[in-house]
């Protein structure tokens, strides 16, 4: 998520910024994690491309109705994802452990952050 936030700042600025200012990065990185986690990587690039037509940053469900507009290639539909970028490609399971794997390390970031306050 943490890359997904940084491309749309890039493009957004402080408007990226100040739309959720206040709120730990950490709870929204897992809440939009849980929201994309059955969104494949090509689906999510292609959200982020449409993302920067726009004249304002998306919030979660603007950001998966781009998603949903996506069309993956034939071979992209038996996968997870494949990331133009690196070449990786994972299959289903594998990222939903990658995912779930993500959400736990948040999860216990955050619970230390609050033992901290405490």
Not at 8 to 34: C, H, R, S, V
Not at 94 to 118: I, P, S, V
Request: with cysteine; aromatic share 8%.
């Amino acid at each position: 998520m943490e890359r997904v936030f940084r491309k749309l700042t890039l493009a957004f600025g402080n408007q990226m910024q100040a739309k959720w200012q206040g709120i730990p990065m950490q709870e929204i990185y897992l809440d939009w994690a849980g929201a994309l986690q059955d969104c494949s990587l090509g689906a999510i690039n292609d959200a982020i491309r449409l993302s920067r037509i726009s004249q304002h940053p998306p919030n979660q469900g603007e950001f998966l109705e781009y998603c949903r507009q996506y069309k993956p290639p034939v071979d992209e539909s038996r996968m997870l994802g494949h990331d133009r970028h690196s070449g990786i490609t994972v299959s289903r399971e594998e990222g939903l452990k990658m995912l779930d794997a993500f959400k736990n390390k948040l999860a216990e970031k955050m619970t230390e952050q609050t033992k901290d306050q405490l």
